[in-house]
């Protein structure tokens, strides 16, 4: 079976080889046709290659095909490589083939081309070519046309060539040969360098054009064959130079995936003469996928015929990554956009939408494409859109932000309320370029503000109910303990035997309690209402500790404990700040230490941590040895109204408000409170507070012109009391007999204003909550008449919020005073309208009374008249600061324990050539003698300062010393006078 198969294979073939020779034979034109239609006569060179006989030994022979158009050759045969090619087939230019020849021939052979090209008739040629080893061959060349182009050219030439070198020809023979040309070649030959070189420097300046273009240009014929190029588009098919590109093909180069739809294209442009535009095409390589844009057109002759295809490709890589770049933005800013609870829309310079974000869409039930490129009247119409035009116009005028409220309806009902902020954006030249409007849903907004107007509304109402309780609650509490504190004062004023005055005193003290119980209750609603306010006065911050002090060490000493006060060295003497805010702080912890401490002792320590020159922080703190604290009590230490736990309120009584009102003060006072405790070991309390810097000067001063305890004359001033209290009615009365008034009472305010009416009074004192008419309603009838210069109008009330006192001076009074009456207070009150006769205390005209004992030595009297004299003015000083003898005992004592060395520390400055700093410290000295009658410090204070102040050089340095040393004497003398007057005062 087998075999049968085999002898059938066989004998097909043999049919087939026969049928095909039988084809060849009778139908010679038929394979023509076909290699030139399909491969441009390259398969009948192909074929023609394996019937080339080897010529005899070396001899070089074979068939030759040229294309005229491309000017390609193509050579087949045998011992090409006698002509320095490798193989039996050769593939070269007209140009590369020529360079092989004799110069000699090369004119020649070329004007034979082109007569042959345009006779069309059969050639033959014979020239010389240089062989491989330097010897030249005659070749013998016949050739005849196989195809024409549309003008009748020969566009294919078919031939052959042998070599003929065995012939030997005679030089002279081709010199005569030769002859007929040469004078025509010799001038053609000049015409065509020139021609040459001149086309050589136009196809450079044509390739430097092209280089320099920004696009890729290259030309190919009909075959796809690249004709010429510039280096971009060699750079972009990956070759080194445009030279590599030429004589290739799309296949050869193979430089895009779409090599098959770019010839497609390129015979659709060749046959139907059509132009392909910007067509866009990626081409991936290794540094990643490049974008080109191509534009495709017919190349013509001279004849307008189409010959080849001309291409430009543009590299559009970047231009797309940045239009991709700026989609992923517009992208992001829309996501953006959208993604906020705005209305944001952008208008152009023309007030037409750019863009809208999605809040925008389902809030105005519009969608982008039907707004965007719309002017906004279009969008927004009627009244509101030319509103919305016209805050446009405004802005592009002014180039200022605008914002404006506004409502729309919604689909479901009801209206939304916006607040709308238009920004300008401007360009280059600082004109607006575009309008950004950000909307804000402000709807639960405007609720909620409604909602919080009626809960301000309610806790005002609240806050004014809770203020009116406070103020009923003060004027009930304090017009019984007005009577109270009035009477037992004035009781413990009389004789009393021992019991007497025992129970009175604990009266007058319980009542205090009750009345600082009232002003917790009353502070801390200040300090919740932030009304409270610091008011900050010069004060011996000594004194004052002595003072804070001297209240509890009776009470250390009735439980046994000892009490110390520690003040470091470099804690100042005279401070600014709220003395009375101080002291509440302090007695509230210092009360508290001694309360809650059974056995050890309670010590106040008192240090300067920060000096800021004109600031001080100064640290306070109270410990004890007492119960002590545990963590959970602790956390509840201030909280108002909060004792540490039951059993302490039942123990040690109190509000729970004192350490939240201390805490709350010092915070004020620009400090914090710290506090440290062990149950059963005791506590420590630390306060900071800021205070300013004072002086002696800046004290006494305010010493001097503060209220003092002494007895006023107004010299018989008519003064109506109204008062609807009888028990207040005889307080009053009692504290204002010995101020040579001349009293006249009422017990309502109608009454006082009939009174007033009928007679002339210097002053009206007016109580507030009284029956038929109120303080308030009987001042401004009274102001209808008088005004506030013509007569004053002080209230007299229980009613000690602020409220109160503005209520006052809505109302017409001058001035407020609060009950329990400070007897203080009022004197300062009636000082300021009423006139008075000042009168010194009353003491014994001789200075027995400042006698150093009590005996009636006159040596001892006459030391004192003369220590009175020459040293110190005692009665002129406590005259100065009328008649406050405790006072000025205390000035004198701060004085003299901050300046006794100034004469020594003025005798180092002068011998160190300190005179300005010793002039500045001797010119405060001076100041603060003078007002507290230090006579003989003021005198050589003086004299001291005259020589510092001369300016004479060189100066008297020995007479400045003596007066320093002067100085010092009599600062010596001053301490030794206030020594004895505080023996004598004690």
């Known amino acids: 079976m087998w075999l049968s198969l085999l002898g059938c294979f066989l004998l097909a073939a043999l049919v087939s080889i026969a049928l095909l020779v039988g084809a060849l034979v009778r139908w010679p034109q038929l394979w023509l046709w076909a290699s030139l239609r399909f491969s441009a006569g390259r398969w009948l060179l192909r074929f023609l290659q ?432 007005n009577a109270i504190l009035g009477f037992s004062q004035l009781a413990l004023a009389t004789s009393l035997d021992t019991k007497q005055l025992d129970y009175l005193t604990k009266i007058h003290f319980s009542a205090e309690n009750l009345l600082g119980i009232v002003n917790d209750i009353l502070d801390f609603s200040k300090i919740e209402a932030g009304k409270l306010t610091l008011e900050e006065k010069a004060f011996d911050l000594r004194v004052f500790l002595d003072n804070v002090c001297s209240i509890f060490e009776m009470k250390s000493k009735q439980k046994h404990l000892m009490f110390n006060r520690t003040i470091l060295p470099n804690t100042p003497s005279f401070i600014k700040s709220d003395a009375l805010r101080l002291h509440q702080i302090l007695v509230n912890l210092i009360g508290n230490a001694i309360k809650f401490t059974h056995t050890g002792s309670v010590t106040l320590e008192v240090r300067m941590s920060v000096d800021m020159g004109e600031r001080h922080i100064l640290r306070f703190a109270v410990v004890d040895t007492g119960v002590g604290l545990s963590e959970a009590q602790m956390a509840q230490l201030f909280v108002a109204f909060e004792q540490v736990d039951a059993g302490v309120a039942r123990q040690y009584g109190g509000t729970g408000l004192g350490l939240t009102i201390s805490r709350r003060l010092v915070e004020m006072m620009g400090g914090e409170v710290k506090v440290s405790s062990v149950l059963g070991q005791g506590s420590r309390f630390e306060f900071s507070v800021n205070v300013g810097s004072a002086s002696a000067e800046d004290v006494i001063e305010r010493a ?26 005889q307080v009053a009365s009692e504290i204002l007999a010995p101020f040579n008034l001349d009293i006249v009472t009422a017990c309502n305010g109608a009454e006082a204003v009939q009174k007033v009416l009928a007679r002339d009074f210097a002053l009206v004192l007016m109580d507030i909550q009284m029956p038929v008419m109120d303080g308030y309603t009987a001042t401004q009838k009274i102001r209808e008449t008088f005004s506030d210069t013509q007569l004053p109008i002080i209230g007299l009330t229980a009613n000690a919020m602020s409220e109160d006192r503005q209520a006052s001076q809505r109302a017409g009074m001058n001035a407020h005073v609060a009950k329990p009456i400070d007897v203080r207070a009022l004197v300062a009150a009636l000082r300021r309208f009423l006139p008075e006769r000042v009168r010194a205390p009353h003491r014994p005209e001789t200075p027995e009374h400042y006698s150093i004992n009590s005996g009636d030595s006159s040596n001892e009297n006459d030391r004192v008249v003369a220590l009175h004299a020459s040293t110190l003015d005692v009665d002129e000083g406590v005259l100065r600061l009328r008649g406050r003898k405790d006072r000025y005992q205390e000035l004198l004592l701060s004085f003299i324990t901050q300046y006794q060395t100034v004469g020594q520390q003025c005798i180092d400055l002068i011998a160190q050539q300190g005179f300005a700093d010793a002039k500045a410290l001797v010119h405060q000295v001076k100041g603060v003698a003078g007002n507290l009658s230090a006579k003989k410090v003021y005198e050589e204070s003086q004299a001291l300062e005259s020589l510092l102040a001369d300016s004479a050089e060189p100066r008297d340095g020995a007479q400045l010393l003596a007066q320093g040393r002067l100085l010092q004497l009599a600062l010596d003398e001053l301490a030794e006078a206030i020594d004895k007057l505080c023996r004598i005062q004690n």
């Open 50 to 481: 394996f019937f080339s006989v080897e010529g005899p030994g070396t001899r070089v022979s074979g068939y030759w095909l040229w294309h005229v158009a491309n000017r390609h050759l193509c050579l087949v045969g045998s011992n090409l490589t006698n002509l320095g090619f490798e193989g039996h087939w050769v593939e070269r230019s007209l140009d590369d083939l020529m360079a092989l020849l004799d110069s000699d021939d090369r004119v020649r052979l070329s004007q034979f081309a082109k007569a042959f090209v345009a006779r069309q008739q059969p050639v033959t040629v014979e020239f010389r070519g240089q062989a491989s080893a330097g010897v030249k061959l005659w070749l013998q060349a016949t050739g005849k046309a196989l195809a024409w182009d549309r003008q009748g050219g020969a566009s294919i030439v078919f031939g052959r060539f042998e070599e003929i070198s065995e012939r030997n020809m005679d030089p002279s023979a081709i010199a005569a040969m030769n002859a007929p040309l040469n004078e025509p070649v010799e001038l053609q030959q000049k015409v065509s360098r020139q021609v040459e070189q001149s086309a050589n420097d136009l196809k450079l300046r044509l390739q430097q054009v092209l280089d320099t273009a920004q696009v890729a240009l290259c030309w190919k014929d009909s075959a796809g064959i690249y004709l010429g190029c510039n280096q971009k588009f060699a750079d972009l098919v990956q070759e080194p130079n445009p030279e590599n590109v030429i004589g290739k093909t799309d296949m050869e180069l193979a430089w895009s995936d779409d090599v098959a739809i770019t010839i497609a294209e390129d015979q659709d442009i060749l046959h139907q003469r059509k132009t392909l535009v910007d067509k866009e095409t990626e081409l991936p390589n290794a540094a990643g996928t490049r974008f080109i844009k191509s534009h495709a057109a017919p190349l013509r002759d001279d004849s307008d015929s189409v010959i080849g295809v001309f291409r430009s490709y543009e590299d559009i890589t970047v231009r797309r990554r940045m239009e991709a770049l700026a989609h992923k933005e517009r992208q992001l800013m829309q996501e953006i956009l959208d993604s906020s609870n705005a209305m944001i829309t952008i208008v152009d310079r023309h007030y037409c939408f750019l863009r809208i974000n999605g809040y925008f869409e389902a809030t105005m039930g519009l969608k982008a494409k039907d707004v965007v490129g719309k002017h906004v009247k279009e969008v927004i119409k009627g009244p509101k859109g030319d509103l919305v035009a016209a805050i446009c116009d405004q802005i592009v005028a002014t180039g200022l932000p605008v914002t404006e409220e506004y409502s729309v309806p919604i689909e479901r009902g009801g209206r939304r309320s916006f607040i709308a902020n238009v920004t300008p954006v401007f360009d280059e030249s600082g004109k607006v370029d575009k309008l950004v409007t950000v909307s804000t849903d402000v709807t639960e907004l405007k609720m909620a503000q409604v909602e919080l107007e009626a809960s301000r509304n309610k806790a005002e109402q609240a806050a004014s109910v809770k203020s009116r309780f406070l103020a009923n609650m003060s004027h009930e509490i304090r017009t019984p303990m």
């Open 704 to 729: 001097a012109a503060s209220v003092v305890d002494y007895v006023p004359d107004f010299q018989g001033a008519k003064l109506l009391l109204v008062e609807d209290n009888e028990v207040n009615l």
